[in-house]
């Protein structure tokens, strides 16, 4: 059971103003207890990182990036553990709580190499006795504001680029799952990182978020988590100039060409939509299926859900399905699928006998759905999804369009062609084309529409820690 002390203020670890205890969703057991505080600890945190801003940012690259490395070393050395830590208080599956911790550790890798590209400009001049060039600066003390669906690699996708780049990082992790995240943090803490240059307070969202904003020395605030919250989140942002990074809420559809491969579709929708049993951003929500493969899609596809296993995750027998985080998401995800049924939509899945104990859902695909239905146009964040036919790529493609959010979409079809010309219009900043996990280090993440502002991964991430300063020089 976790009791070290888990705030890290200024390099010292501490105890907050009280303990949460911290429970596993498969059995409501004890799995740890986390500091607790409020805005005090979130004042000094931040004033923490203004202290240790200036020396970090002016510490040569080549020493922030061997830190780093350092970091990702350990991370990956002590993945297994954190692996059983994380799988015991968000209910993930063995495999994929180590897997999240490995692909955390991928950030902190990727980025301290990153840290020591070159990052100006040197600007063709027009005057003789005038030179120009462009240099990138750390933009300051940033706010990092993770949820509990992935809480290690949302975080590390954050710390990661905001270090590389010479910033320091206030961060608060979810409060359903902010064990592993805590460790992942004494991580970095263990491989060097200078006192104040990270800190981690535990609290509630809303007081520790405004605190953080009000803050003179915070200069960026980068959030994962829903659209309401991310609105919220802008609107306070924007009263001091503070520059927002937001990955937001998704609705992804899952486009399904008359041309595509079945097999390969079939398994990519089971990953696309069950992976972390549906609490993914980037989940599919909506099969959206031609009508000369709808049925056999279907069936494939119902006969793969119906095989599932549901259980613990951590079970000599991994199962395929967890639970859900917990029954206020047990709640959204059954109102979504009864909603959809009283206005007659059909369930194609079987129904099912779930463990007795613990935050299980069923898995469920539904067709006939109405469009008025909300399923058809929100966030489900479970495991349960809807199918619609399509005649004709327009048609498909105004489905897929059909809803304010746009951060990911997939599209299946051997044609590359037509996968290139299909993906151009879905509205999404992410599109999966014959691929189920987009998701990379090396590659930006971000939505349009209502999804978010700015792109986290690949050289953009670190871009937006970064502030362009110009130089016009006269010789």
């Known amino acids: 059971m976790t009791t070290m002390p888990s705030q890290l203020i200024d390099g010292a670890w501490e105890d907050g103003d009280s303990a949460l205890e911290i429970t596993n969703p498969a059995d409501g057991s004890t799995v740890g207890h986390v500091a607790w505080s409020g805005p005090e600890s979130a004042t000094r945190a931040a004033d923490a990182a203004a202290r240790a801003f200036g020396e970090w940012s002016e510490l040569p690259a080549r020493r922030r990036s061997d830190i780093l490395l350092d970091a990702a070393r350990l991370i990956s050395e002590r993945a297994d553990s954190l692996g059983v830590l994380l799988a015991r208080e968000a209910g993930k599956r063995l495999p994929e709580a180590v897997g999240e911790l490995a692909f955390s550790a ?222 206020s998401r047990v709640e959204a995800v059954n109102s979504l699928v009864d909603e959809a049924i009283s206005q007659g939509a059909r369930r194609l899945t079987r129904e099912r006998e779930l463990p007795q104990s613990g935050t299980f859902v069923a898995p469920t695909l539904l067709t006939d759905v109405p469009d008025s239905a909300a399923i058809a146009t929100q966030e489900v964040f479970g495991p349960a999804a809807a199918v619609f036919r399509f005649r004709d790529l327009d048609e498909a493609v105004a489905r897929a369009n059909r809803t304010e959010m746009g951060l990911a979409a997939y599209v299946w079809s051997r044609d590359l062609s037509r996968c290139w010309r299909t993906a151009e219009r879905l509205e999404a900043g992410i599109v999966g084309v014959n691929n189920a996990l987009p998701s990379v280090a090396f590659a930006p993440m971000g939505g349009v529409k209502q999804s978010g502002l700015g792109r986290e991964g690949a050289s953009l991430g670190l871009e937006e820690f970064e502030d362009v300063r110009y130089l016009s020089v006269g010789l």
């Open 106 to 327: 991928e950030y902190f890798r990727w980025f301290a190499e990153q840290a020591r590209r070159p990052n100006g400009e040197v600007i063709p001049h027009e005057a003789g006795d005038r030179r120009h060039v462009t240099v990138r600066r750390p933009v300051g003390v940033v706010a990092s504001l993770t949820p509990w669906n992935f809480p290690c690699s949302i975080q590390a996708r954050k710390l990661a680029p905001a270090l590389a780049a010479g910033c320091a990082v206030v961060a608060r992790v979810s409060e359903k799952a902010p064990l592993a995240a805590t460790e992942m943090i004494r991580a970095l803490d263990d491989a060097g990182v200078p006192a104040g240059v990270v800190n981690l307070v535990h609290g509630p969202a809303r007081e520790i978020t405004q605190t953080l904003l009000d803050h003179e020395a915070v200069r960026a605030v980068t959030f994962t988590g829903s659209t309401p919250v991310g609105r919220e989140i802008m609107a306070s942002a924007a009263r001091r100039v503070v520059r927002p990074l937001l990955e937001l809420g998704g609705d992804a559809a899952f486009v399904v060409l008359d041309d595509a491969d079945l097999d390969a579709a079939v398994e990519g929708a089971m990953l696309a939509k069950f992976r972390n049993t549906g609490q993914s951003c980037i989940a599919a929500n909506r099969f959206v299926v031609h009508e000369d493969v709808h049925d056999e899609f279907v069936e494939r596809l119902v006969t793969r859900i119906d095989a599932m296993s549901i259980g613990d995750g951590l079970a000599a027998d991994c199962p395929d399905l967890g639970p859900v985080i917990d029954t």
